[in-house]
Nanobody
């Protein structure tokens, strides 16, 4: 049973930065897809960034390219989302997700996730 524990959300002004963390446990495989999604009220859930921990090529949504960075600490089994240059339109509930299958070939291949964190709110004011 995979467990994901998120932290790091909060409120910032536009142009500010936040770092989200997601500590994972219970994996069977040494490499896994992990990702960050967000959902704002009245909007569809969006895949923001994803990484296959056995491959260094992450995926980013066009809306966050150049501003957000996803990374993984193998020793801590934790995935991070560094968010810089935050905009009001980044305001949403952010969710960490994991694919326990062990399959993956770069972040772009990480589209099916079967475990989700509890979510952490990010609010960006103008």
């Amino acid at each position: 049973q995979v467990q994901l524990v998120e932290s790091g959300g909060g409120s910032v002004q536009a142009g500010g930065s936040l770092r989200l963390s997601c500590a994972a446990s219970g994996y069977t495989y040494s490499s896994n897809c992990m990702g960050w999604f967000r959902q704002a009220p009245g909007k569809e859930r969006e895949r923001v960034a994803a990484i296959y921990t056995g491959d260094p090529s992450p995926y980013y949504a066009d809306s966050v390219k150049g501003r957000f960075t996803i990374s993984h600490d193998n020793a801590k089994n934790t995935v991070y989302l560094q968010m810089n240059g935050l905009k009001p339109e980044d305001t949403a509930m952010y969710y960490c997700a994991a694919d326990s299958s062990g399959r993956g070939n770069g972040g772009s291949s990480c589209v099916d996730f079967d475990y989700w964190g509890q979510g952490t709110q990010v609010t960006v004011s103008s």
